[in-house]
């Protein structure tokens, strides 16, 4: 059983206190130099959590789900993960947008057979990236579920003045560029899908179930000018990529051997082709420009493989020099996975 | 079958935007007042939302789940007054700060069960108090839900700095006042759990499901500079007292004859005392005050229920005369409800 609403909230308060300062004069001591500059008035404990934004700043909001049994499986995923990607998910949003992040809101409802020890640990990954990049939990909701776990992250930052990197941007002649490698979740999601082993992703391949949000990246891209448009890939390259297009209304080619794909297995073999085109959850950014491009971002490095075009839709260029149509085959959260 | 998330998100974004003009000149018309002077850059459409908060204010965020067979049951509320209450719920908290509420952004997920039509009355109901309130829904998520519905809105709002008003400020000697009636959706509710007939919220006690979040009277004491700690009622006047105890350090006296209950059923009886004192959802404004306080704000009548005390713990003083202890017995939405 977990704790009764108001214990749970009493709870949250006090591991959130502990992980990131939420005091009267502002957020904590940063630890990478992202979260600075938004001070918490007021946080878990009110009818609103109260922020100041720095001045000369616009404000960015964004919120994703983790659903159990359509974002995570309890058997196949430790809690510790399964928190953690919950945050990387908003904080990857802010990442896409070149912005700061500055708080995070949990609205999380648990059924009645939710052991402690999980809430204990789904809080201890939250909060450990949390805590890495100065973004503390500053609210929420809880409930209990009839059934299952159900996780929506809300995270709130902030962008200097008419800044943000929009979807929108993209232009006939840029080229694509992509930070890190594509497919090392989806790999590891295969794998699990084929064991019959219960918590896999306690194992070696956890680190694809860790995934790191690109926010030094996307600040540096939006810093040095540099960037047209840009996404996160949290739905699969073909999918993200073909919201670039519909939202600068161009297309684009793409070659098949310039995609970075993520090594795996024991012989650590690159992943299939298919995986790092349409693999989701691996929270690299896709961003165009016309201009140099420095080879690594934020420590990561970046990979050009592709171009945008004028003629709409995507194309793919294969080994052989042939180049046939690319469909966004990405995750559809609307079909029941993992 | 509901759309598919691609198809929804399409079709909320058109909803919307022909609910309250989101635009890159900001928001729509302003039809009561609230929600001026935020700008919403960039709505549904991007990783993240971009907004101008106004100058000198602070930021508000709250977030609250709408959970089938928690905070609803499909079979006893249209999904009209579902989608309303949604809403109501964030904007109830911002009222509860004092604050101006400039957007929503809702994270839904649906079952393959939910038909279209369900969806669609769902969006109206919450576009009408989008509407009403000029609080546009300016981003969110979808998902597919493996059962049921699951709905989590965000409201950010602002407030001009340092003038939020907490739960922490009451003090000892001041008077407790609450706007409005309390216990019409408890009354309701428990009428529809005797009921054998289905989707009764139709009926004529459809008004205590459709509840009006304080905005203007919220706005009116924050700046009137009147109120000292302010909480809205959504967990039931015992539950959300306590609140404004425990954080404020004091206690409370309240007397049973002064709270104003809400009038039910074929005669218009008075709800028993009970529901007035525990029943959940009633999103009025209970606010504590040492200074004069209006006989209405917003149009909505204010009554005096009682005083806070020095000496912890919350009493109830009886038409006789007799003090007891009042225990917070509200809403637990920890335990099964609908």
């Known amino acids: 059983m977990p704790l009764k609403e108001k214990n749970l909230i009493r709870h949250i308060r006090r591991a959130s206190q502990r992980s990131a300062a939420v005091t009267s004069t502002g957020a904590g001591v940063a630890r990478t130099g992202i979260g600075i500059g938004i001070g918490i008035k007021t946080g878990i ?81 939250l909060l450990d990236l949390s805590k890495k990049f100065n973004v503390p939990l500053a609210g929420g909701d809880t409930a209990q579920s009839p059934s299952g776990i159900q996780a929506d992250i809300v995270v709130v930052g902030s962008i200097p003045k008419g800044q943000a990197v929009l979807r929108s941007g993209a232009k006939a002649g840029d080229a694509i560029y992509v930070t890190g490698r594509m497919g090392g979740a989806a790999a590891a999601l295969e794998e699990f899908m084929e064991s019959t082993k219960t918590k896999p992703s306690s194992g070696k391949n956890a680190g694809y179930f860790r995934p790191m949000p690109r926010l030094i990246a996307g600040q540096e891209l939006r810093q040095q000018k540099v960037a047209s448009a840009m996404i996160d890939l949290s739905d699969g390259l073909s999918t993200d990529l073909e919201h670039i297009c519909e939202e600068s209304g161009v297309g684009a080619e793409i070659e098949a051997d310039a995609i970075p794909r993520a090594q795996f297995g024991p012989g650590n073999q690159l992943v299939p082709l298919d995986l790092a085109l349409n693999g989701g959850d691996d929270y690299e950014l896709l961003f165009t420009s016309s201009k140099q491009v420095a080879s690594k971002l934020g420590g990561v490095p970046v990979t050009r493989i592709g171009r945008i075009t004028k003629s709409l839709g995507m194309r793919l260029i294969g080994a052989d020099g042939k180049s046939r149509k690319l469909k966004a085959a990405g995750w559809e959260h609307f079909a029941a996975k993992p």
């Open 45 to 125: 404990g009110d009818d609103c959590a109260v922020l100041s934004l720095p001045p000369g700043h616009e404000l960015l909001v964004t919120t994703d789900f983790s659903l159990e049994n359509v974002h995570f499986r309890r058997d196949w995923h430790a809690p510790e993960l399964i928190g953690w990607r919950c945050l990387t998910r908003g904080l990857s949003d802010i990442a896409a947008m070149g912005g700061n992040p500055h708080a995070a809101f949990l609205s999380l409802a648990l059924a009645g057979d939710v052991p402690q020890k999980w809430v204990d640990g789904f809080f201890k990954g």
